[in-house]
């Protein structure tokens, strides 16, 4: 017999999924053969003993049933299915109808945080105190921008702002009286902490997790994807067996004409008497093949949805910029870089005497990974024999950071 905890864990998985274009609800949405609510609370059953209680969609109460026991194992006893509601706080309400009367301490977990390492679990249930609700939080990296319409209208200040995540865990009877005069008010809230900071409770932070991203769209599926099979943590058919601890491979390639305005900007490099390439930033075509490569490997989009004309900060940056703000996006991920190989094609600047210098800038661009730099022309066909412009092709690996899995 399993002791009774005073610890539950509302376990979120009612949404419909719109956004992920998947044709089911979220959380059966496969990530590899096992789906994202099986890895969610494939975390929630590695972390300390506690009620669970599984909110699902109308209609797939079976599904999630049969999801929840083979993922509890010998806790099986500890799980509950409930059905949730239109809205997320109405499915909440419902788990917090099927809580056992000695829970104490609740908390409520987004099935789309699937890979939440279950040590977060854990630190969010030890903070939780009989008055003070607990959020497990991220810094904001991103430079943030106030806009009105299409124009920029001022800064904002990051280091007031945190990005939450889940589980975030609150005192059972403040939690309730909670949900209760929210239910009176008929006011929805877009997480659990805001409606509790709400009814006058106070919410304190502790560090969050990379890994406990939420999964919304095919992009963040993708990236899933990838931080298990880097980590040798996939899950494939029986007869297929996982490549677990190979690094991650992308690819990436640019094109810039010339025809920019001052001198040219290349492989980080600043070229007096050359003619510059055209683009939104400086054109320096080597570094933003580099940057799809990352991307790419690590399912983290492509260049233009990161540093594209919608972010008018990065108007004549460098490489530099450009690599630095990757190597970061690919850390907050969970991900070191490996090594990057790129290749020019175009008859000028002649690229091998500066060969080394270059390498040296994009490597310390990117915290010491190695670079290697090549160049060919292209005997005089296509644009870049005509000397129209350059085109590049960069590879790169990623290997998870087994640091940040914790």
């Given at each position: ?26 959380a ?78 609740v908390?409520?977990?987004d099935a789309?945080?699937?890979?939440t ?29 106030r ?38 008010s ?7 902490a ?21 999964i ?21 058919a ?19 004409a ?19 390439l ?22 983290l ?10 972010h ?27 090594n990057?190989s790129?290749q ?8 091998s005497a500066r ?33 129209e412009?350059?085109?590049?092709t960069a ?8 640091s940040?899995?914790?």
């Open positions: 017999m399993l002791p009774v905890p005073d610890t539950a864990i509302i376990v979120v998985a009612a949404g419909s999924g719109t956004r992920l274009e998947a044709g089911a609800p979220k059966l949405v496969g990530i590899d053969s096992r789906s994202i609510l099986r890895h969610a609370l494939d975390g929630v059953f590695a972390a300390a003993p506690a009620q669970v209680i599984v909110v699902a969609p109308a209609g797939f109460e079976g599904d999630v049933e049969t999801e929840a026991r083979e993922a509890a194992g010998d806790r099986v006893d500890l799980v509950r299915v409930v059905t949730g509601g239109s809205t997320r706080q109405q499915s909440v309400s419902a788990g917090l109808a099927a809580l056992w009367g000695d829970v104490t301490t908390l409520v977990h789309a945080r699937a890979l390492p279950p040590a977060q679990i854990d630190a969010v249930v030890a903070a939780v105190t009989a008055e003070v609700g607990v959020i497990p939080a991220l810094p904001v990296v991103d430079t943030l921008k806009v009105d319409g299409g124009t920029v209208v001022g800064a904002v200040d990051r280091s007031e702002l945190a990005a939450a995540q889940t589980p975030q865990g609150f005192p059972r009877a403040l939690l309730e009286s909670a949900y209760a005069a929210a239910l009176s008929g006011v929805e809230y877009t997480d659990d805001a409606l509790f900071a709400a009814a006058g409770h106070l919410v304190r932070h502790i560090d969050g997790a990379a890994r406990a991203f939420k919304t769209t095919p992009s963040d599926l993708e990236r899933a994807r990838h931080l298990l099979v880097g980590a040798g943590e996939v899950h494939s029986p007869t297929h067996h996982a490549r677990g601890g190979l690094p991650l491979v992308g690819i990436g390639t640019d094109v810039h010339f025809g920019g305005e001052g001198n040219l900007w290349l492989a980080g490099l600043e070229w007096p008497g050359e003619p510059a055209s683009g939104h930033s400086d054109g320096d075509a080597v570094a933003h093949a580099i940057v799809d490569a990352l991307l790419g490997a690590a399912g989009g492509d260049i233009g949805q990161h540093f594209g004309t919608a008018p900060e990065y108007a004549g940056a460098h490489a530099e910029v450009f690599l630095a703000r990757t190597r970061q996006l690919l850390a907050e991920a969970g991900f070191v870089i490996g990057v790129a020019f094609q175009g008859n000028r600047p002649r690229f060969r080394a210098e270059a390498e040296g800038v994009l490597s310390a661009a990117l915290g010491g990974a190695p670079v290697s730099l090549t160049a060919t022309t292209t005997d005089g066909l296509g644009f870049p024999g005509r000397g412009g350059i085109s590049v590879i790169a690996t990623v290997v998870p950071d087994d940040r899995n914790v």
